[in-house]
């Protein structure tokens, strides 16, 4: 044997004390023994599994007191997400792949999978050095922390403690060197750094001596009196604005900022301090968190940027209203200033909502979960913008494209049926009483009033749809969006952007486009009605931007509805950010 055995032909190296063991088992003749033990250890003794174990047991043995250990990866959940997005955007899977696509959504494998992310996210190295403390029972306990200074910040802020003036640890970054070293915690209060006692000093004396600091930094420090072992939370939120830190004035530590951009999905790992939260970007792989202004503190400065744009607007400041105002008159077909119009286009408003509809929002973060496309079961797609900037035909060329697949809920109508039309093919007729009864039970989701005849869409149509396993198209009025926006439905929101003012009359005037403000569609669009959709345009996205999940600017009608076709697609087969209540 030699140290090596033959296996199915190939030789492997042996482990010698196993080699030894098994050449003085098969010297040991004269042992009170039967053969079945002998064949027994002899058997043992050659499988595979302990050589195997032995191995590991070796290379512990060898290496656990000189080498660090790193996991292979930190970050198994992204991992994991990844792989579920890809099986998710396949059509076809084989009995493996969607054997593992389910096997990933367990909670137990998720739950494993996150243990093992906690665990391996931690670096504890450098070790506190054993450093003997002798101190009388009555002296205050003091811990050496030492910490290895590098490109990275240290990952916590300090502050004085407004009733013992010391300078104590404000805050922990989450992911940062001082929450892995596992030995710095809020509320301790800093003695000494690299053997310079602070007391008396400011928080600004401290940092200056950090950044003076070279190589190893050690810290002692009086322990608060109970540690914060919290857990880093799982939220995730979407902003609703852009946020640079290095032109914050009042964020504690610019450089311990985390700049974003309106959209990005942030994953907040604390929430502790009422003012600024810690958070990282979802998807990245730096698992140091950084500050951001809480929804509370984003909340004020947002309320106090509008009273003071409202206030200059007041002193006569500013010629036009702070807050983007509808002008259009056929948004509001019951107002006396709208007399003047001669012809207008029905649009349909929930009209007992329009003052409650109108009302600004002050949104700031909205959280979020990933929400999987299920087979058979379609989002409903809904258009959202201004009267007369295309969405009407952008519908009518996204449902020519698939007829069966693609629908539009029929409307109601009290109006009498014309000669040639045909009940629920494009009206379905009731009467007066009817509509008016059903609008006063909630069955409409809009509905309004043209030429003395209601109109409305009912909630049930959209619903039929959706269960029948269509994709239900819809271009409501903007005021409809909050009763569409409901975790039954799980609308896809787009809203459609006009271009700028100039391009808007030069696209259409190009194309000949008629105008649908006038009811035979006799006539192109009217300077009048070009800057309506503009100023329409604005207060659309000024009061309701937080409720879309994407915008198409249709500049070129080609274009915008290459760019609504991608965004079905994607609806249909990829896991997007929803409302975290939409995903039970």
Same mark, same amino acid.
């Given at each position: 044997m030699a140290g090596e055995v033959m296996a199915n032909?190939?030789?492997?190296?042996?482990?010698?004390?196993?080699s030894r063991l098994l050449t003085s088992l098969q010297q040991a003749n004269e042992l009170p023994t039967s053969d079945e033990e002998l064949g027994f250890l002899s058997d043992l003794l050659q499988s595979k599994e302990l050589h195997a174990l032995v191995n590991v047991h070796n290379k512990i043995i060898s290496n656990g007191a000189s080498d660090k250990f790193f996991p292979m990866l930190s970050t198994s959940m992204h991992v994991m997400f990844d792989c579920l997005e890809v099986l998710a955007s396949k059509t076809h899977l084989s009995e493996d792949c969607k054997e593992l696509f389910y096997l990933l959504q367990k909670p137990h494998v998720q739950g494993l999978l996150c243990a093992h992310d906690a665990?391996?996210?931690?670096?504890?190295y450098p070790h506190l050095p054993e450093i003997p403390i002798e101190a009388d029972e009555d002296e205050e306990t003091i811990k050496i922390v030492q910490l290895v200074k590098s490109n990275e910040p240290l990952g916590a802020t300090i502050k004085t403690d407004e009733e013992t003036g010391k300078i104590v640890i404000? %805050?922990?970054m989450h992911g940062g060197a001082a929450d892995r070293s596992g030995l710095i915690h809020v509320g301790d209060e800093v003695v000494e750094v690299n053997n310079i006692n602070v007391e008396g000093k400011t928080p600004n004396d401290v940092l200056a001596i950090l950044q003076n600091s070279e190589g190893t930094i050690t810290f002692k420090l009086v322990p608060a009196d109970g540690k914060m072992n919290i857990r880093e939370s799982k939220v995730r939120v979407r902003a609703y604005f852009d946020y640079d830190p290095s032109v914050d004035p009042y964020i504690p530590c610019k450089e311990a900022g985390l700049d974003f951009l309106k959209g990005d999905v942030l994953h907040i790992v604390s929430q502790d301090d009422a003012?600024?939260?810690?958070?990282?970007?979802?998807?990245? %792989?730096?698992?140091r968190a950084g500050l951001i202004p809480s929804r509370a503190l984003q909340e004020r400065r947002i309320i106090h940027e509008r009273a003071h744009a409202q206030k200059e607007n007041e002193s006569g400041l500013c010629s036009v209203s702070a807050v983007p105002m509808l002008s259009s008159c056929s948004q509001f077909p019951k107002s006396p200033a709208c007399k003047s119009k001669s012809k207008i286009k029905k649009i349909m408003y929930e009209t007992a909502e329009n003052d409650d509809f109108d009302r600004e929002q002050i949104p700031t973060y909205e959280e979020v979960a990933k929400l999987y496309p299920r087979p058979g079961i379609y989002r409903p797609i809904v258009l959202i913008g201004a009267p007369g900037i295309g969405r009407n035909e952008l519908r009518r060329r996204l449902i020519d494209t698939h007829p069966e697949k693609y629908k539009s809920p029929i409307p109601y109508t009290s109006r009498p049926m014309r000669p040639g039309e045909v009940n629920g093919k494009e009206y379905y007729f009731v009467t007066r009483d009817k509509m008016e009864e059903d609008i006063s039970a909630g069955i409409f989701m809009e509905?309004?009033?043209?030429k003395g005849n209601l109109y409305g869409t009912s909630c049930?149509?959209?619903k039929s749809l959706v269960n029948c396993g269509q994709v239900c198209i819809l271009n409501p009025h903007f005021q409809a969006l909050k009763m569409l926006r409901t975790p039954q439905l799980k609308p896809y929101i787009i809203y459609v952007k006009p271009p700028p003012l100039e391009i808007l009359k030069e696209t259409r005037y190009a194309l000949h486009a008629r105008s649908t403000f006038d009811v035979n569609n006799s006539r192109g669009f009217t300077d009048e009605e070009f800057n309506d959709m503009i100023k329409s345009s604005n207060r659309i996205e000024f009061l309701y931007e937080h409720f879309?999940?994407?915008q198409i600017l249709n500049a070129d009608l080609a274009i915008a509805f290459s760019q609504l076709l991608s965004a079905v697609n994607r609806v249909e087969t990829e896991p997007l950010w929803v409302p975290a209540s939409w995903v039970q």
């Open positions: 032909g190939t030789k492997e190296k042996w482990d010698p004390a196993l665990v391996a996210q931690k670096d504890y404000a %805050r922990v003012y600024w939260w810690q958070a990282r970007k979802e998807g990245d %792989r730096n698992m509905y309004g009033e043209y049930e149509s959209v879309f999940d994407e």
